[in-house]
C-alpha cells in the first residue's frame, strides 16, 4: 500500500517552516508548529483550519502535541526558547490562553506523552535533563541530566514505551540511545570513533520491543529493546540524508512494517522493516530538506512537513505502485555529500555553539529588546545605538567560546562569531539574514 501513496494535498497556513506534526487521538485534527511561532490545528480532511493560536513561544516551535483523554482541549508545546507551555482551548473552538509549565536552560526538541494519562508528559533539553511535567503541578520534576564521562549531553529526542508508560528511550549529542536509563544502544562501528555521528531522533515500535535511531552523517539504526546493554543493532537503513537539521524517523504501519524518514535531498523515503529495501521514495520539499513525519494513528494516512511552509498529506490513491524514478542517482549523490561532509572541517555553529551558549546569547539579546522596545524600523534597517551595543557584546561573548572549542585560527572563529552573532540578532528582532 505504501508503494501507492500519493500527495492528496497541501495545507497552507504558516509563514515559516513546519517543524512539528501530531495527530489527536481519533485521528480527527492535525496540529501544527512553525517558525512563525503559530500552533494551527487542521481540519485536514477538509483541508483548512480549524484553530489557530500564538504558542506564546519566542523562538522556533519544535513540537506540539494533543494531551490524551483531554477532549482535544490540551495541546502543549516546545521551542528554541527552552519554554514548555500549555494551550488551554475551549469546546467552542478557541484558545482560552497559553501558558508556561517549566523551563530548559537551552532548545526543547521533543515532548513524549504517556499513552494512558491526560496529565503527565516528559520533555528533554539540550541542557541534557529530562523533565516530567504534570499540569496539575506548579512546577515540574526534574527527572534526570543524562551525562556521558561525567559530560552533560545536550538532548533532541525523546519517546515514551507504548506498551510501559515507566519507560523512555532518549538521545541527543552523542552516539547512545539510553533506553528505561539503564541500557544504552549504539551502532558498535561508533563506539570509541571520532565520528561526529549523534542521534536526531528516537522511537519506539508499536509494541515497545525495538527503538529506531536516526544519525547525522550515518544511517538509520535498530535495535531490539529485549537485548542487553550494549547490544548490536539489527537492522541498518540507509540511502537518505541527514546533516541539515534535527531530523525524524518513525515506524509506519499498525505493526510497525515500514520505517520512515525524510532526506536533506527533499525526498520521503520509506523501508521495508525487515529486509531494509527501499519500497517508497517520494519528492517532499520543494525547500530540499524534510524533518517531519507523522503517521495517522489507524488509517494509512501520512503528514509531513520540512522547510517548506505547508503541510503536505500523503495517501495511497496511486493505481499503479511509485517507479522509484532516480533513486539510485539520488542514494549516490547523498553519499558523495556525506563523504565530502566528513572530509571537511567541523561545522562552526554546532561544534562551537552549545545549548548554554545559544540560550545565554538569546537572553542576552531579548533583554537588550526589552529594555530598547519596538521603535525602529524595520524596513528601514534603523537600529538604535543599544541594539548596536548588544551585537559587540555578543561578539566579545561568543569569540572566545568558539575559538576554544573550534581550533580554527583567530580570524576564522572571529568570522564565525560574527556570523552567528548576527543571525541570532536578526532571529530576535525580526529581521531576514541575506
Not at 34 to 61: K, M, Q, T
Request: charged letters at 25%.
Amino acid at each position: 500500500m505504501v508503494q501507492r501513496f500519493n500527495l492528496q494535498y497541501k495545507m497552507e497556513y504558516h509563514e515559516g517552516c513546519v517543524n512539528a506534526l501530531h495527530f489527536n487521538r481519533i485521528g480527527t485534527l492535525l496540529a501544527s508548529g512553525s517558525d512563525d511561532l503559530n500552533i494551527v490545528l487542521w481540519n485536514w480532511i477538509r483541508n483548512r483550519p480549524a484553530l489557530v493560536y500564538d504558542s506564546g513561544h519566542r523562538s522556533n516551535v519544535f513540537q506540539a502535541k494533543f494531551m490524551p483523554f483531554s477532549g482535544d482541549c490540551h495541546v502543549v508545546s516546545c521551542a528554541r526558547d527552552g519554554q514548555i507551555r500549555l494551550g488551554e482551548l475551549s469546546l467552542t473552538g478557541v484558545c482560552k490562553g497559553t501558558k508556561k509549565l517549566a523551563q530548559h536552560k537551552g532548545a526543547a526538541h521533543k515532548l513524549a506523552l504517556e499513552l494512558d494519562s491526560p496529565h503527565v508528559f516528559l520533555s528533554c533539553g539540550e541542557d541534557a535533563m529530562v523533565f516530567e511535567v504534570d499540569l496539575r503541578q506548579e512546577k515540574p520534576n526534574k527527572l534526570v541530566q543524562t551525562k556521558e564521562n561525567e559530560k552533560k549531553v545536550p538532548l533532541y529526542s525523546i519517546n515514551s514505551n507504548p506498551v510501559n508508560s515507566f519507560e523512555f528511550c532518549v538521545g541527543g549529542r552523542d552516539h547512545y540511545i539510553s533506553s528505561g536509563l539503564v541500557k544504552k544502544y549504539c551502532p558498535h562501528k561508533l563506539v570509541d570513533s571520532s565520528s561526529k555521528a549523534n542521534v536526531t531522533c528516537a522511537v519506539y515500535s508499536y509494541n515497545g520491543t525495538e527503538i529506531l535511531g536516526s544519525y547525522n552523517d550515518d544511517d538509520i539504526y535498530s535495535f531490539s529493546n529485549l537485548d542487553s546493554d550494549g547490544a548490536e543493532y539489527i537492522h541498518k537503513y540507509g540511502g537518505h540524508r541527514n546533516n541539515a537539521t534535527v531530523k525524524g524517523v518513525n515506524y509506519y504501519g499498525p505493526r510497525s512494517e515500514f520505517v520512515v524518514s525524510g532526506s536533506d535531498c527533499g525526498h520521503i523515503y520509506l523501508w521495508d522493516r525487515e529486509t531494509e529495501d527501499i519500497v517508497q521514495f517520494l519528492p517532499g520539499d520543494e525547500g530540499g530538506v524534510i524533518n517531519v513525519l507523522e503517521p495517522h494513528p489507524f488509517a494509512p494516512i501520512l503528514a509531513t512537513s520540512g522547510l517548506d511552509h505547508d503541510v503536505k498529506v500523503w495517501v495511497p490513491t496511486e493505481e499503479e505502485p511509485t517507479q522509484l524514478k532516480n533513486l539510485k542517482k539520488t542514494i549516490r549523490q547523498n553519499r558523495k555529500e556525506r563523504e565530502e561532509e566528513r572530509l571537511s572541517e567541523p561545522r562552526a555553529l554546532e561544534d562551537m555553539i552549545d545549548g548554554h551558549m545559544l540560550y545565554y546569547l538569546m537572553r542576552q539579546i531579548h533583554r537588550a529588546r526589552r529594555r530598547v522596545g519596538h521603535f525602529y524600523d524595520a524596513s528601514n534597517w534603523v537600529l538604535s545605538l543599544e541594539i548596536l551595543f548588544s551585537i559587540s557584546s555578543l561578539r566579545f561573548a561568543v569569540w572566545p567560546h568558539c575559538e576554544a572549542k573550534s581550533g580554527l585560527p583567530n580570524n576564522s572563529s572571529m568570522s564565525v562569531c560574527l556570523s552567528v552573532s548576527a543571525s541570532l540578532f536578526c532571529l530576535a528582532y525580526g529581521f531576514r539574514s541575506v
